[in-house]
């Protein structure tokens, strides 16, 4: 739903109510504007960098490359016996 048909939903309440409404809904806006500016500076004093962007929370993932793996299990494949060398 975006905030056009929102606003337009609720204009169906009464003008007080519409009102008080709206007004909620900004106060919450600018409370948590002011604690994630207020989260930030304490990252900052910290060292710690806070990621913003959504690439910024995405671990990127190195470029694969052929590996030689061995095997983890010692099973002789003939015969089904472990190999305990």
Known sequence: MNQTSLFESLA???PRLFNRMILIYIESVVFFREAVALSKV??????????ITVEDYV???KPQTEIDVE???HHDA???NVDES
Not at 42 to 51: H, Y
């Open 78 to 80: 003939d015969s089904g």
């Open 42 to 51: 304490d990252a900052e004093k910290d060292g710690v960098v806070v990621p």
């Open 59 to 61: 671990v990127k993932a």
């Open 71 to 73: 095997p983890t299990d």
């Open 12 to 14: 169906k309440f009464t």
